[in-house]
């Protein structure tokens, strides 16, 4: 889960790191008067996306009129294809040197990773595409955490003032102690502002949290609905349902992340182009096939419908019963092709036999009828 920019310097700046003054609103009069506050200012759309200057989703405004403008042409229109419902303002800085600090997770040493680079400012991709070289890496021990030896020497390697590698240390370190304590899979600083003076700022903030810890990092989780950047994802999880949505116009629906994913491979193979991952679970009854066909049908792209199912725990017929339910209740009108066996497939493939439903024998050839029927 990705949290805004103001809601990870929120956190960063509790942890001890300095993030610029600032205002979070969502109407132009508030930044208008948050700027009356802080003077000059620059006007930053809240949406999970990198890259937002170049898009025109940072603005640097000169007085309090200005930061209402640039707000108004921001609030309640797309940045990127994301919906901007806030803008954070706030105080300009004097920038005198732009880097980069990040941590993230390195599953290759399975250690967290700090990465530093004095090309800050611009997309860390773009470095490691053009300078590679120009990205120092610092491998963690889980035991010891960055030692003060090892921080002066990645700051060194990557190119930082001497006058300032104090304090970016130990913002390096708060850096760190946070993804930790969070749960952290990213944390990143871009940049990390050097100003005319001499301190440094947190100027950009980025946390991606681990989903699999929301569980007892309460507050995070309470960021999770604003978080989510799909509304057909975001009422799919708040039904329970494990629902992942893709570009494509083919529904699958399966029991087990495996068996859906190898169903996502064998619709791709065969040309077709899935529009979903949808996992019913192991032993999932009707309402749940029924709620599963629901959340697949309101994206409007998907013209039809794959059924994977292998009967273990789940049993076929009460997958039968579902599909039943669910296509005569939801008034559907899309063709929808089921491949069924295992666990009582065969009074499963019973009951659907005179319904609208296209049964098939294999999920290759379940892949090959949907993708006929879908008129590819
Ligand atoms: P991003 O484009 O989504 O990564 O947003 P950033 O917050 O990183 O802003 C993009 C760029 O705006 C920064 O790299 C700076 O070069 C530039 N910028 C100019 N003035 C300011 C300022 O006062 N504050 C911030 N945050 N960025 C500024
Ligand atoms: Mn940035």
Redesign the pocket.
Known sequence: MKLH?YQAKEIFARQGIPI?RGRVVSVPEQAQAAAQELGR??V?AQVH???????G??K?AHDPDEARAFAEAMLGKPLKGLLVEQVLV??????AS?YYLSVTVDRATKRALMMASAL????IEEVAASHPDRISRLPIDPAYGPMDFELRGLMSDAGFEAGATRHIGQIARALYDTMLRCDGSLVEI??L?VTGSGTVVA??A?FDVDDNALYRQHELAGHREEAEEDPIEAEAHRRGATYVRLDGDIGVIGNGAGLVMTTLDVVTRAGGRPANFLDIGGGARAESVRQAIEIVLMDSNVKGILFNIFGGITRGDEVAQGILEGTSGLGVNVPIVVRMAGTRGEQGRKMLEGSSLVPAASPIEAAEKIIELTGK
């Open positions: 920019e610029p200012v620059v930053k996306v990198g890259g937002r200057g170049k898009a989703g940072i640097l706030e105080e300009a800085l004097d920038i732009e800050g400012g611009v997309d871009n940049p502002v100027a950009d980025k």
